[in-house]
């Protein structure tokens, strides 16, 4: 089982930036897919951006060319630099991992992990 402990959200202007940290605890090994995912009030948990252990990344449409997700797994870290904020990224946003070899059309579901983190607010 792993933890994951979620930080830097907060409040910014449209158009502002922030950057979101997800500190996992242990080491995963082997192949597995870490996701970033948010969820505004009244509304289901969407996935937001992924990267699976091998670097490749995938975001929603609606963050293309905003959003970048990295790791850094000397630092077992997963960051998501969100830049030209919108109000409508105004949400709860959280971490997860999931192990294994996952198929990349289930890198953004929400079904696909289990461990997740307890979420860090985002407000624009």
């Known amino acids: 089982h792993v933890q994951l402990v979620e930080s830097g959200g907060g409040s910014v202007q449209a158009g502002g930036s922030l950057r979101l940290s997800c500190a996992a605890s242990g080491h995963i090994y082997g192949r597995y897919c870490m996701g970033w995912f948010r969820q505004a009030p009244g509304k289901e948990r969407e996935g937001v951006a992924s990267?699976?252990?091998?670097?490749?990344?995938l975001y929603a449409d609606s963050v293309k060319g905003r959003f970048t997700i990295s790791k850094d797994n000397a630092k077992n870290t997963l960051y998501l630099q969100m830049n030209s904020l919108k109000p409508e990224d105004t949400a709860m946003y959280y971490c997860?991992?999931?192990?294994?070899?996952?198929?990349?059309?289930?890198?953004?579901?929400?079904?696909?992990?289990?461990?997740w983190g307890q979420g860090t607010q985002v407000t624009v």
């Open positions: 997860a991992v999931e192990t294994g070899r996952i198929r990349p059309d289930g890198w953004l579901l929400e079904s696909t992990y289990r461990n």
């Open positions: 990267i699976d252990s091998e670097g490749t990344t």
